[in-house]
């Protein structure tokens, strides 16, 4: 049982669109506030600004950087593939599938090494967790 799973493309736009609203509100906020010569002094206004900026940029490298396509090897093996990078992962070596309790539209893969985090919404995730049990009896599974 191969096959390719996919995050749906409904789930990453909706995601991309309320990142690029923040984005949008950020612009603006800046495009107000520099004409108005925000003074250095305003040190609480350029912390909330830092702190909002730094959070936008770290938010936008996790979900660019997220899993979005799923492909089952023979052998036992998945591939998971973001924009950014491809990885190889045994399913002996994977201890557990389960909704992250705190974000329920992300699905948590937990290896013996590292987590991955992924969108839910996976085309055929059953399917998914049946070749992943196959090959690892021992899977622990929550919420999915």
Known sequence: MKGTYRVSWISILYRLCFLGI?????????YFLVPMELATRDYLVLAVLLVWILALLRYWVYMLGMPHRL??????RIQTESLFSKREIPCTEIRSLMISPFYPGFLKIVTNKKSISLLSHIDGLHELVSFIKEH???LRTRGC
């Open 22 to 30: 923040l984005s949008v509100i950020m612009v603006a906020i800046l």
């Open 71 to 76: 492909v089952c090897i023979e052998g036992g």
């Open 136 to 138: 690892n009896p021992g």
